[in-house]
Nanobody, 123 residues
Framework: QVQLVESGGGLVQAGGSLRLSCAAS????????MGWFRQAPGKEREIVAR?????????YADSVKGRFTISRVNAKNTVVYLQMNSLKPEDTAVYYC???????????????WGQGTQVTVSS
């Protein structure tokens, strides 16, 4: 387990951009796979994007393809970014970062989680 701290959320108008950051404490196999999830009011948490250790493998939800980009920097501490462009009101949600030893761990919700950061897109 690692500690994850998200930042970068806020209020933005439709069509605008935000960049979320997720800082993981330390480097370990527990950050091999990382992902961004979101949960809107009254809805289930959903995967938005995920990325492999070296950044060579990325996946995106259909709803964000072409608008969001996930990336990571592996240094003393690992940082994962979610660049969100052309934001829509339906992107409004709490965004969570998750990390695990592999994609399966992340997708099953069994990895580490951050506290979440609110993204609100006004129309």
């Amino acid at each position: 387990q690692v500690q994850l701290v998200e930042s970068g959320g806020g209020l933005v108008q439709a069509g605008g951009s935000l960049r979320l950051s997720c800082a993981a404490s330390g480097r370990s196999t527990s950050t091999n796979a990382m992902g961004w999830f979101r949960q809107a009011p009254g809805k289930e948490r959903e995967i938005v994007a995920r990325i492999s250790w070296d950044g060579g493998i990325t996946y995106y939800a259909d709803s964000v393809k072409g608008r969001f980009t996930i990336s990571r920097v592996n240094a003393k501490n690992t940082v994962v970014y979610l660049q969100m462009n052309s934001l829509k009101p339906e992107d409004t949600a709490v965004y969570y970062c998750s990390a695990g030893v592999d994609f399966s761990t992340v997708l099953r919700g069994l990895g580490s989680w951050g506290q979440g950061t609110q993204v609100t897109v006004s129309s």
